[in-house]
């Protein structure tokens, strides 16, 4: 059985999804408790349901973006670092194996040769780096704090998209943002990452990190050509000059834009499609909301 945390969130909702679809036996837990510790919680619910494996897709992302996490530092800190840094003491003491739902936004460009980021460059998007939002920092620092732990995956996570419409799916957000910036990213598709999860500990893949994003990377503006042949979103586009112009109009907090390197996943023997499959793939099914 797996214990599944933070299962009514974005991307907890899509593991959920997944576990149902394939009659995995799961149990969901809230670690959102006002009068007793997370840790208290936990254990108690780890030594009554006796899971084989863990998967926390429990933390804060700021509502209606990462702009609100600069007001909430202290929800932040506690969800993003406080939260699993609990949970792999819980699981350490109790041998449990799990995985945590890290993120890709603790990177800023490729790089120097262009190509993507692997699991071994450090970040250089963190509060060291004194360049990054606050989320971002939190993110950085709470994989410091997990990297040593024992029998642990970290899945980093890139701008989730997926065929299903939602006002946190990255081809939503395009569809509805009245102007754009043309940036490249690589990406993450919300299935795909959902299944992930699954699969690592079902193959027993090496415990370790790992980034889940589908190979490649695409800019702004190629997505879009992408809506437009597919006949979703407006018609007209309208771009920022650059992203200095972006954030000299838009009063918000640094964003992480980069690309990253998912061979590792691939040399474990687990397969995603290309950027432009999965793409082309959610556009093709999509469904409104
Ligand atoms: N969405 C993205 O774009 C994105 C990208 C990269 C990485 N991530 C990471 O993915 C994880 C989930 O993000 P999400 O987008 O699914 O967020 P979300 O929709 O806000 O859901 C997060 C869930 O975490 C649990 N939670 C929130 N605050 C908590 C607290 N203080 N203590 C304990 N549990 C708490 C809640 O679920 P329960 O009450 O059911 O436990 C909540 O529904 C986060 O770690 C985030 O950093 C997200």
Not at 49 to 68: E, M, S, W, Y
Not at 125 to 140: I, L
Not at 196 to 207: L, S
Request: net charge positive.
């Amino acid at each position: 059985m797996i214990l599944l945390l933070g299962s009514t969130g974005y991307v907890g909702s899509a593991i959920r999804r997944h576990l149902e679809a394939r009659a995995i036996p799961f149990h969901s837990l809230s670690l959102r408790d006002n009068h007793r510790d997370a840790r208290d919680v936990l254990l108690e619910a780890v030594r009554r349901l006796k899971p084989q494996f863990l998967i926390c897709a429990a933390g804060f992302t700021g509502k209606p973006n990462v702009d609100a996490s600069e007001g909430q530092k202290a929800l932040c800190i506690e969800a993003n670092i406080g939260l699993p840094a609990k949970i792999g003491e819980v699981c350490a003491s109790e041998k449990i194996p799990w995985g945590h739902v890290s993120s890709g936004c603790i990177y800023t460009g490729s790089r120097p040769d262009g190509s993507g980021f692997t699991e071994e460059d450090p970040p250089n998007f963190d509060f060291r780096h004194n360049n990054c939002s606050f989320y971002s920092g939190t993110k950085a620092l709470a994989e410091e704090v997990l990297r040593d732990m024992p029998n642990l995956y970290l899945w980093r996570l890139r701008i989730p998209f997926s065929h299903v419409d939602n006002p946190r799916n990255y081809l939503s957000k395009l569809m509805r943002y009245a102007r754009l910036v043309d940036v490249r990213n690589s990406i993450s598709n919300l299935e795909d990452f959902a299944r992930i999860t699954h699969d690592c500990w079902a193959q027993r893949i090496p415990f370790g990190i790992y980034n889940v994003t589908n190979p490649g990377s695409v800019t702004t503006r190629q997505v879009v050509g992408l809506l437009q042949k597919a006949g979703l979103g407006p018609k007209n586009y309208e771009f920022f000059e650059s992203v200095e112009a972006f954030h000299r109009l838009a009063t918000c907090t640094p964003r992480a834009n980069c690309v990253m390197d998912s061979s590792k996943l691939l040399r474990a023997g687990i397969r995603l499609p290309s950027v432009e499959e999965s793409l082309g793939d959610c556009l093709r099914r999509w469904q409104p909301a």
